[in-house]
């Protein structure tokens, strides 16, 4: 298994301004992902972070909205730029352990955008 | 596209009771199932994986079963208690994970 944190879990922000999230793994991943969880709803994939390159963005998300960076093999930021109340949501970190197909996930950051 | 569908959307019980929540999916291509528990406000917690080559996997009083040749899965659950309380959410691997869209679940007591 994995144990993974995020900061912040929580933040109030206006609209127009950016926050940058934080994602720390106990252990070396490969695979680290992040997910939004608007109000009510499942979880939707944004990017796959990938150590040492661009990060693989979902249909939908784009790297100026969601910059992500992977500096190493446990730790990953998500930036939510320029936001909008449409941005309220839960972002969740995930990692997949080495070949073992498991995904666990952070406890998440409620951003609420006023 | 892939879909997951998680029947039912909710689900309330009284304490004791055994009960199945129910997974299926379209897409072919999902290789393993995963289910994870989520409290209020709260991140996912892993309770059961199931690799293509598995039929199903227990845990304690939780028990899921795959079946990929009619898309569906089953997280049965034993003797719930209140503390099960919970939204339960299955997802389809197919090289990404692919959310349903959840079993609120009550168990009183």
């Known amino acids: 298994s994995a144990v993974i944190s995020q900061k912040p879990s929580r933040d109030i922000c206006q609209r127009g301004t950016s926050l940058t999230i934080q994602c720390q793994v106990d252990?070396?991943?490969?695979?680290m992902f992040w997910y939004r969880q608007q109000p009510g709803q499942s979880l939707t994939l944004i990017a796959t972070?990938?150590?040492?390159?661009?990060?693989?963005?979902e249909s939908g998300f784009v790297i100026d909205k969601f910059p992500i960076s992977r500096p190493n093999l446990t730790f990953s930021t998500l930036t939510v730029s320029n936001m909008s109340p449409e941005d309220s949501s839960i972002y969740l970190c995930s990692v997949e352990v080495h070949n073992s197909y498991e995904q666990y996930f952070g406890p998440g950051t409620r951003l609420t955008v006023t | 596209k892939q879909e997951v569908t998680q029947i039912p959307a909710a689900l309330s019980v009284p304490e004791g009771e055994n009960l199945v929540l129910n997974c299926s999916f379209t897409d072919s291509a999902i290789y393993n199932l995963q289910w994870f528990r989520q409290d209020p406000g709260k991140g996912l917690t892993s309770l059961l994986l199931i690799q293509s080559s598995q039929r199903e996997q227990t845990s304690g009083r939780l028990n899921a079963s795959l079946d990929k040749s009619s898309g569906r899965s089953t997280l049965y659950i034993a003797a719930s208690q209140p503390g099960d309380s919970a939204t339960y959410l299955c997802?389809?691997?197919?090289?990404?994970?692919?959310f349903g869209q959840g079993t609120e679940l009550s168990v009183k007591p």
């Open positions: 252990s070396q991943v490969t695979m």
């Open positions: 997802a389809g691997q197919g090289g990404k994970l692919i």
């Open positions: 972070a990938n150590q040492g390159s661009e990060a693989t963005y």
